[in-house]
């Protein structure tokens, strides 16, 4: 199954545009509330018309602005489950799968939908009754009845706990191998989107800003904006001292930072102000130790530490020149490196961890 999605849309004073393919998949859109996601999902449905613009499921046209050709929603072969449900409360548990079944398909489809999503033996509960898992299934059984292999998921688990949470996105991942399924998935969870995703899309404010395989957009975003919606704590404005064909050398607060140059990356001018940025868990902690070498290190004081579980997040001020750092450390290597009794490191930004990202001419040097 595939999607060819491109539309643009003016509602009110709220502008959209994207354009996204996947097939066979798990497509995460991911972005603050009203960014545009769910607005995505309601144009592929054909629950919202776009002003412009060419969708295509499985190669088949369901809408064309240029010749006005708008499949409607009930004949998309799409499955979508918005993020309250909308089961209906008055029928059963298999009069709402029912409901999703198109004329013609044999009833049997409800029960391997059932068996499949292991709610075999509900059969005759009222949607009220059920534990929020269990609804859920049910959610996903009526949308896969349509027979599509597309399914819209908008924040679907949002309202669980997380153990029920880690449950269904097993299931959904099963599902989607199963069943051959071209999954669109909306959340505004980080941990869920670098779980679940096969490609990432980050919206802003109805901008499609960056998309692509997911561990190369949190590991190599466009721009800040996009470094900042997925969770890139270290930031930080220099300046490009010297490029050479494998690395550039950009000098952040004082201290020069040498950087893995990729193969497709254009070489940046000299002189020219960028942002740096490498994620807290690339960001190696040392002890002190006179013969380490200089590049990329420097020397910095434990300020302020918090733990999460099984992780720490420490912040970091440099004792001389460079950027003050956030590291995120587990557990483990937290305990045998005694990191609770020294408050003074030398920490290592490997170059091909750290990043660079064009700053927009009309944006002032910082």
């Known amino acids: 199954m595939t999607l060819d999605f491109r539309a643009a849309v003016q509602l009110g004073p709220f502008k959209y545009e994207a354009a996204l393919c996947a097939a066979g998949e798990i497509l995460v859109l991911f972005g603050h509330s009203g960014a545009g996601k769910s607005v995505t999902l309601q144009l592929i449905a054909g629950l919202l018309r776009p002003d412009a613009g060419r969708i295509l499921v499985d190669g088949r046209c369901v809408f064309d602005s240029a010749t006005r050709t708008n499949v409607p929603p009930q004949d998309r072969q799409v499955g979508y489950v918005v993020q309250d449900l909308a089961l209906f409360d008055h029928l059963t548990v298999r009069q709402n799968i029912e409901f999703g079944v198109p004329r013609g398909v044999p009833s049997s489809r409800v029960d391997d939908l059932m068996a499949m999503l292991g709610i ?43 153990s029920l949470r880690a449950a269904l996105r097993r299931e959904l991942l099963r599902l989607r ?23 990432l899309a980050v919206f802003d404010e109805g901008a499609l800003l960056q998309v692509g395989p997911r561990e190369e957009v949190f590991r190599r975003p466009l721009s800040r904006r996009v470094a900042e919606l997925t969770g890139v704590t270290n930031i930080a404005r220099g300046v490009v001292l010297d490029t050479h064909p494998s690395q550039t050398i950009v000098e952040v607060l004082g201290l020069p930072l040498h950087i893995e140059r990729p193969p497709e ?51 970091l001020r440099p004792t001389g020149p460079g950027p ?22 030398l920490v290592e930004l490997p170059p091909a961890d750290l990043h660079i990202m064009p700053v927009s001419p009309s944006v002032a040097p910082s």
């Open 177 to 199: 191998r199963d069943l051959g399924l071209t999954i669109v998935f909306v959340t505004h969870d980080l941990r869920e989107a670098h779980l679940l995703a096969d490609q």
């Open 120 to 162: 075999t033996g509900l059969e005759k509960r009222r949607p009220r009754t059920l534990s929020g898992g269990q609804q859920q299934r049910v959610a996903l059984a009526r949308a896969l009845a349509r027979e599509g292999r597309l399914l819209l998921l908008d924040e679907p688990f949002s309202a669980l706990d997380e």
């Open 265 to 315: 990356a254009s070489p940046l001018a000299r002189g020219a102000h960028v942002d740096v940025a490498i994620r807290a868990e690339r960001v190696n902690l040392r002890r002190l130790d006179p013969d380490t070498p200089a590049l990329n290190v420097l020397e910095v004081d434990i300020v302020e530490e918090f733990a999460y579980g099984s992780t720490h997040t420490l912040h």
């Open 324 to 345: 003050a750092l956030e590291v995120e450390i587990a557990a483990r290597p937290y305990e045998i490196l005694d990191v609770v009794n020294r408050r003074r490191w």
